[in-house]
């Protein structure tokens, strides 16, 4: 999957509905590792944690609206960047409609969930390992893509 084109920084807003986690492993302006290597210099890296929250977390496949290849298993998506999402955790195999806006195409783009779980998702900041600017408001890290520093 080729992330060279994804929006490593966010706005920092959250998507409306988003609760923040009450009792976070990952206090917001505590330091922890990257253990995802969702994109280059991502591993190993040093984030400082910006949000948490509980909410279900989705690895989904979808096809980008720009006429883009079609994106395998993108890790994550929070319930709360579905259409119409409902209530209700969604299962695997169930087709969605994509609000997320973290690579070109993807808002508004058909998919379909690959993985769902529930857990505690951050926003972090963190500099690359490879070098370059600083990432900020990165949104979503997972609980178990974090090690305490």
């Not at 302006?29 to 929250?53: E, L, N, W």
């Not at 969605?96 to 690959?114: F, N, Q, W």
């Amino acid at each position: 999957m080729n992330h060279s084109e994804m929006n490593h920084s966010g706005s920092g807003e959250v998507p409306a509905g988003l609760k923040a986690a009450t009792n976070p492993k990952y206090k917001v302006g505590s330091q922890a590792v990257i253990q995802a290597d969702h994109m280059p210099g991502m591993k190993g890296a040093t984030a400082t944690i910006v949000g948490a929250y509980d909410t279900m977390v989705y690895s989904v496949s979808y096809t980008p609206t720009n006429g883009g290849q079609p994106v395998k298993n993108h890790k994550w998506v929070i319930h709360e960047e579905l259409k119409s999402a409902g209530a209700e955790a969604l299962k695997p195999g169930t087709k969605v409609t994509l609000e997320a806006d973290h690579m070109p195409g993807m808002k508004g783009a058909s998919g379909t969930i690959d993985s769902a779980e529930h857990t505690t998702v951050y926003m972090v900041d963190y500099t690359p390992t490879t070098g370059g600017e600083k990432v900020t408001n990165h949104q979503w890290v997972t609980e178990s893509e974090l090690a305490a520093k």
